[in-house]
């Protein structure tokens, strides 16, 4: 199960530490002139930041719009080939249903290889069923999101934001393979979450670039057992503006986070 092999890591790595790998190769080319393609500038990231990370988590957009989703597919398989006991959470925000979301599901989990999925629950609860399906895979619900704009929809409610009620229902699921998307920048959200939905596992973007407050959300999110959080970092580990160390700064950031996001 996605959860298993997500712990196992989490404790291997001794951090909650996710590296995104949200590559804009038409920027980040120009970073290293050590990689002629996008890759091979992967591998290499990964070959220097593996031991940091408990799991990699990459955005399906940076590459499905430059035409590079062979490329995505190469990644996640070099991962998986190199580093069996890493996860791999495709960033796909899915959210459609009936044969569509089917086919979404195929796409992650069939096409991508994808341990997980991020997919969007706001059409409701048969947009997520067909990514259930596959039963040893993880499925990561948008809840509260990071971004300003988000709390139209998500704190609309009558005595329970739209958001909450979403926690409830996973956790009322109580299937450990679903997890929940609370944005590093929603403290309080982050608090409620928690609370509401003790158990269950949340990745939290918006450390680093977006400015999220680290031991707030480590304080907010951590289950009493130390797990229940993974925490995403991409721009502030991987935008390194360096031609020359530019992989060594790379390490070093994931270095500092990873031991940032200690469990022990």
């Given amino acids: 199960m996605f959860i298993d092999t997500l712990e196992t890591s989490l404790h291997r790595a001794n951090t909650c530490l996710c590296i995104g790998l949200d590559i804009d190769w038409r920027v980040m080319s120009s970073f290293t002139s050590s990689s ?3 890759v091979e500038f992967a591998k290499r990231i990964v070959q220097e930041t593996n031991q940091y990370a408990s799991v990699y988590k990459l955005n399906h957009a940076f590459y499905a719009s430059q035409g590079l989703e062979e490329d995505l597919s190469q990644i996640i398989r070099f991962v998986k080939d190199s580093y069996p006991n890493l996860p791999v959470i495709l960033d796909a925000k899915r959210g459609d ?6 086919q979404y599901a ?10 997980a999925v991020t997919v969007s629950p706001y059409l409701g ?4 069923e ?3 399906r596959y039963r040893d895979k993880g499925v990561i619900l948008l809840c509260r ?4 704009g988000s709390a139209w929809i998500q704190e609309v409610g009558n005595g329970q934001p739209v958001y909450l009620r979403v926690a409830e229902r996973v956790e009322q699921e109580r299937n ?3 997890m929940l998307v609370v944005g590093a920048t929603q403290l309080e959200a982050l608090s409620q979450v928690r609370k509401i939905a003790p158990s269950t596992t949340l990745l939290v973007p918006g450390i680093g670039a977006q400015g999220g407050d680290l031991d707030e959300v480590l304080r907010r999110a951590r289950r009493r057992d130390g797990l229940g959080v993974i925490i995403n970092c991409s721009r502030s580990i991987i935008a390194q503006q360096d031609d020359k160390d530019y992989f060594t700064r790379v390490s070093e950031a994931a270095a500092t986070y990873a031991r940032l996001m200690s469990i022990h």
């Fill in 176 to 178: 450990p393979n679903l």
């Fill in 106 to 115: 195929e796409e992650a989990f069939i096409r991508y290889q994808a341990d």
């Fill in 125 to 128: 609860w048969d947009a997520v």
């Fill in 145 to 148: 999101t990071s971004n300003e």
């Fill in 130 to 132: 067909p990514f259930l």
């Fill in 97 to 102: 249903i009936g044969n569509t979301a089917v």
């Fill in 36 to 38: 002629s393609s996008l």
